[in-house]
């Protein structure tokens, strides 16, 4: 697709990046499921795959799926808010280049035709997608049945964001399985 060859190539935050453009995505029209992330840690821009981390390992668990049905593009698309890494701040990634989702995605999202949930993952990706931006995460996630219908708010998988999973054990019992009942009927063929 000559769109994902485009943004393959594209260098236009170059001089925001600490390790460089190197955009890493997976997408194809026909996803049934969309993850909404930040951007890429230093892991995945080295290898090239989304989520090839500890995040990706604990967004596997939470999404209760087999990796083999992660990185097919045809079940799965994986579109962060940036789509390179944007470098390390003091207390961990800094956030998504805005200017890559101002470029980008519009133009992707109108391509994604057979989409039935899309999990949002931290902030930057509610703010884009939902209608209004939540007070805060914690209410976002609390508050998920609210989102608008195909939508799922998550925090971010994060290891950093362990203390927020231990500071809300509802997350494990509420959120985590009406997340894997939504994402198993996205993924079915019914």
């Keep these: 697709m000559a769109l994902l060859a485009r943004i393959r190539a594209c260098t236009q935050c170059r001089p925001h990046l600490a390790a460089g453009a190197r955009p890493v995505l997976q997408f194809d029209r026909r996803a049934r499921l969309l993850i909404a992330g930040q951007a890429p840690g230093t892991r995945a821009t080295v290898s090239g795959r989304p989520f090839d981390d500890p995040s990706g390992a ?11 049905v992660f990185r097919d593009p045809a079940l799965v698309t994986i579109l962060p808010m940036g ?30 035709s057979a989409v039935r949930l899309t999990v949002l ?70």
Excluded at 58 to 68: A, F
Excluded at 95 to 101: I, L, Q, R, T, Y
Aim: hydrophobic share 40%; aromatic share 8%.
């Design 58 to 68: 604990r967004l596997l668990e939470w999404l209760d799926i087999p990796e083999s």
């Design 83 to 112: 789509f390179c890494h944007p470098g390390r701040g003091r207390t961990g990634d800094l956030p998504p280049v805005p200017a890559c989702a101002r470029t980008w995605r519009a133009e992707l999202m109108s391509r994604l």
């Design 121 to 190: 993952l931290g902030m930057h990706a509610m703010r884009w997608h939902l209608p209004a931006p939540p007070k805060s995460l914690t209410e976002a996630v609390r508050t998920w049945h609210q989102a608008p219908a195909g939508m799922f708010p998550l925090p971010h998988p994060s290891p950093r964001n362990n203390g927020w999973l231990l500071a809300h054990p509802w997350y494990a019992d509420a959120v985590l399985p009406a997340l894997r009942a939504q994402v198993r009927s996205a993924l079915s063929d019914g």
